[in-house]
């Protein structure tokens, strides 16, 4: 029960611009200072920080000490969280977790990444020798092949996937801290007609590298109500898994494990799909929303373009999605991206999304991808609900 007994009490959220003349401990500073008005807490009454890995902040080894050193924090408990994309919800359930240990009682959550501005990383492993040497050059070329096997097993009809494209950036639009450059509502036509990058993938198909930040204070259910809080939000179930298939030599790259990890969460949670009120997934290319879908099980395999289609995804809809844009459409902060659609599902649970808040919030799936892997789907698949306090 360690998880339910977490309680998410405030969250903060920066500006998303396309680049930033601003060091990314500005934006963290920024965060705290928010989170601290919003709660009432002083800063010396946090005493844990997880953060998500940073580009800005990849060649140093002593990135979440540097950064409370940085922001006055004296801390019991201390640690960057490195599953990419899965690490901002990874981060609430390490976060109950140690609450429940008694290593801490107040977390901050802190995701910020000035990767436009300031990009200090350098992969290694099989990238430099077995990929990039033959033209695959990233996530787009990744998922260029990820999503030419779906259309070869399944079909595809692109004309979903403009969908998803056009209803982000709808909600992108009153959306006010969504990267100004992308709050411009698109139509089916601009999506099929942008240029290609790595075909079958499209300039609208990807995020745009952007700088900002956001965060969040977890502390126990017990002390949100002792603090007398007026709305937070509790985590009912997660579910991560790394290495999907590792063992296998021929992996099925349209697979992932998010088939796994949402049946756990919403095992724990003790949820339906037709008893999700949102769904806020991870959206670095359009693709992986549609395997996202049938991996979680609300549709079944190779039915992901019928599914989109026939579904309404708007805010007011059957399945709001990405109501704040998404990362696509609001801007992808570096490797703190995954924390875009996670403040966005407790903004919505918080009954705070203004002109796009989503009619009587029950609950919202939040979920995380984390990095590609050589000839497999993403490395880590994890998938959280959360919900109003009961």
């Given at each position: 029960?360690?998880?339910?007994?977490?309680?998410?009490?405030?969250?903060?959220?920066?500006?998303?611009?396309?680049?930033?003349?601003?060091?990314?401990?500005?934006?963290?500073?920024?965060?705290?200072?928010?989170?601290?008005?919003?709660?009432?807490?002083?800063?010396?009454?946090?005493?844990?920080?997880?953060?998500?890995?940073?580009?800005?902040?990849?060649?140093?080894?002593?990135?979440?000490?540097?950064?409370?050193?940085?922001?006055?924090?004296?801390?019991?408990?201390?640690?960057?969280?490195?599953?990419?994309?899965?690490?901002?919800?990874?981060?609430?359930?390490?976060?109950?977790?140690?609450?429940?240990?008694?290593?801490?009682?107040?977390?901050?959550?802190?995701?910020?990444?000035?990767?436009?501005?300031?990009?200090?990383?350098?992969?290694?492993?099989?990238?430099?020798?077995?990929?990039?040497?033959?033209?695959?050059?990233?996530?787009?070329?990744?998922?260029?092949?990820?999503?030419?096997?779906?259309?070869?097993?399944?079909?595809?009809?692109?004309?979903?996937?403009?969908?998803?494209?056009?209803?982000?950036?709808?909600?992108?639009?009153?959306?006010?801290?969504?990267?100004?450059?992308?709050?411009?509502?698109?139509?089916?036509?601009?999506?099929?007609?942008?240029?290609?990058?790595?075909?079958?993938?499209?300039?609208?198909?990807?995020?745009?590298?952007?700088?900002?930040?956001?965060?969040?204070?977890?502390?126990?259910?017990?002390?949100?109500?002792?603090?007398?809080?007026?709305?937070?939000?509790?985590?009912?179930?997660?579910?991560?898994?790394?290495?999907?298939?590792?063992?296998?030599?021929?992996?099925?790259?349209?697979?992932?494990?998010?088939?796994?990890?949402?049946?756990?969460?919403?095992?724990?949670?003790?949820?339906?799909?037709?008893?999700?009120?949102?769904?806020?997934?991870?959206?670095?290319?359009?693709?992986?929303?549609?395997?996202?879908?049938?991996?979680?099980?609300?549709?079944?395999?190779?039915?992901?373009?019928?599914?989109?289609?026939?579904?309404?995804?708007?805010?007011?809809?059957?399945?709001?999605?990405?109501?704040?844009?998404?990362?696509?459409?609001?801007?992808?902060?570096?490797?703190?991206?995954?924390?875009?659609?996670l403040i966005e599902g407790v903004r919505q649970l918080f009954g705070e999304g203004g002109d796009r808040q989503v009619p009587n919030p029950k609950n919202a799936m939040i979920t995380g991808i984390g990095w590609i892997p050589y000839a497999?789907?993403?490395?880590?698949?994890?998938?959280?609900?959360?919900?109003?306090?009961?």
């Amino acid at each position: 029960m360690a998880l339910k007994d977490a309680a998410v009490v405030a969250f903060a959220e920066t500006k998303i611009v396309e680049k930033s003349d601003r060091h990314v401990w500005d934006f963290s500073g920024e965060i705290l200072d928010s989170l601290l008005a919003k709660t009432g807490y002083d800063k010396k009454e946090i005493d844990g920080l997880i953060m998500s890995p940073s580009m800005t902040g990849a060649s140093n080894p002593f990135w979440s000490q540097l950064t409370s050193d940085y922001l006055g924090l004296e801390l019991d408990y201390c640690e960057t969280i490195d599953i990419g994309g899965c690490s901002p919800i990874g981060a609430i359930a390490r976060a109950a977790a140690a609450i429940d240990a008694g290593l801490c009682t107040t977390v901050f959550l802190l995701f910020a990444d000035c990767w436009a501005s300031e990009n200090n990383s350098r992969i290694t492993a099989f990238r430099p020798e077995w990929t990039h040497p033959y033209g695959l050059m990233g996530p787009p070329g990744s998922f260029g092949l990820i999503t030419t096997r779906y259309e070869h097993q399944f079909g595809l009809k692109y004309e979903a996937l403009a969908k998803l494209a056009v209803t982000q950036r709808k909600h992108s639009v009153l959306n006010p801290n969504a990267c100004e450059k992308l709050r411009k509502e698109i139509t089916t036509d601009d999506y099929l007609n942008s240029r290609m990058i790595s075909e079958p993938i499209r300039l609208l198909d990807s995020v745009m590298t952007c700088d900002g930040a956001t965060g969040l204070i977890v502390t126990s259910r017990k002390e949100a109500k002792r603090r007398k809080f007026s709305k937070f939000a509790v985590p009912l179930g997660y579910g991560e898994r790394t290495n999907f298939n590792v063992s296998e030599n021929l992996p099925d790259i349209t697979e992932s494990g998010h088939a796994f990890a949402g049946a756990k969460a919403m095992k724990a949670a003790g949820l339906k799909h037709d008893q999700i009120s949102m769904i806020q997934p991870y959206d670095d290319f359009l693709i992986a929303m549609m395997i996202q879908f049938e991996m979680l099980g609300f549709c079944k395999r190779g039915q992901g373009s019928d599914y989109i289609l026939d579904t309404d995804l708007t805010f007011k809809g059957d399945l709001p999605l990405n109501t704040g844009g998404g990362q696509i459409s609001a801007g992808q902060i570096g490797l703190a991206g995954g924390s875009t659609n996670l403040i966005e599902g407790v903004r919505q649970l918080f009954g705070e999304g203004g002109d796009r808040q989503v009619p009587n919030p029950k609950n919202a799936m939040i979920t995380g991808i984390g990095w590609i892997p050589y000839a497999r789907n993403w490395g880590t698949s994890a998938v959280m609900i959360l919900a109003p306090d009961a």
